[in-house]
């Protein structure tokens, strides 16, 4: 009989049910027991478990004859196992001398096809060749015949290839002439064309100059990730009130690093019931606050354990706004005094999967803020220079009111 322990681990789960999900090698051996188990639970004192037990064990005992396993039938049992292994040697030794026996007849056998496919051959070979050289003479005789038209052909194409050659000459002196003539027109044109295109591009540089003055920023994330606290450190000012949840879009404005910045506050996602509608119009809301559109978006993760609010933020997120979004956003880090002196990069090596896989569709580009060290500056700089950096790569564009619109359009 097998005796089942750790019964409170069942739970709500019954000792059949877990008979019937059990792995193969449990029932087979369930199987040869003759189908006996019984579960113990000793945690709970149960006598009713003891009871029942007991009872199997006597059903045993009546199938049995009221005997019980003795030495002289281990002896037995230890003797047929023998036997049973000294037979199986035999057979073992006889199929290895059979199988040697028909590798040996499969070679012979092998041996002698390969044999009498190498004189096929060679006699198909043989046959092939007297073949050709019974060909020969008369096809020499053939080509000769052709050889000697050919020549008296080729006289007369000789002659008039030469008469079409002097025509093509003069043609392609004629041609080359006016081609020489459309070429000098159609490089005066590309250098006008060029010049233009340099004019236009220095006036872009000039433009565009103008506006990277002026770099806008989004913040994303749910509620409490530290959104409002992050935009303060940013604009080293106190605009935002992190003590607070936020409830619409909010904007503040600051010079950093000589740099114009406006950063844009959004409410959490996923807060309440209010996702569905009203907060969607506050993203709308924030890409127009932004116009012609936000450089950046930062998707704020507080540092600790990544559970599945934070990774449904970014799926909605990465839904509401479409792939286009992921050439415009960083991962910001909060609550970067926990690491202590970790590294970052020490602390992503040890994140669940689903946020590294997250840093990677952003390009690799994450960022950490200590929110209450407001007095480090380097880490609002080295901020600043990885988003100046993400937006050359975008060749200085941003994400646009049409981008989010074409989203919703699909």
Known sequence: MILFTKGDDLEDTTFEDYQRGAAADLKTLI????????????????????????QKIQEILQQNGGGCYTNSTYQLLEQYKKREAELQRK?????????????????????VEQEQQRQSLREAQLHEQLMEQSHVMSTMLELMQIERNRNKEWMVELKTQKQEEEQLKHQLYMENKELKRKNEEFQHRQRMEMERQRQRVEQEKLEMKVKMDE????????????????????????SFHSEQVTQTCLMAMSTVDKQSVQVIDTPGWCDSSRFENDIKQEIIKCISMSSPGPHAFLLVLPIGRFTNKERNTVIHILKEFGEEVIKYMIVLFTKGDELEDKPIEDY???????????????????????????????????????????????????????????????
């Open 31 to 54: 199987s040869k027991c003759g189908g006996r188990c019984h579960v113990f639970n000793n945690i709970v004192r149960n006598g009713l478990q003891v009871t029942k037990l007991l």
């Open 91 to 111: 057979a073992k030794a006889a199929r290895r001398g059979m199988e040697a026996r028909e590798a040996e007849l499969q070679r012979l056998i092998r041996y």
């Open 348 to 410: 992503l090596k040890e994140v669940h999967s689903d946020l590294k896989k997250i840093i990677q569709i952003c390009g690799g580009r994450y960022h950490v803020f200590n929110n209450r060290g407001k007095n480090n500056q380097h880490q609002v700089s080295s901020l600043l220079k990885k988003i100046n950096e993400m937006v050359r790569m975008n060749k200085e564009k941003c994400y646009t009111t049409a981008m989010y619109q074409k989203v919703k359009n699909q």
């Open 215 to 238: 770099l806008r920023i989004v913040l994303l994330g749910k509620q409490g990730a530290g959104k409002s606290a992050s935009g303060n450190t940013l604009l080293r000012n106190h």
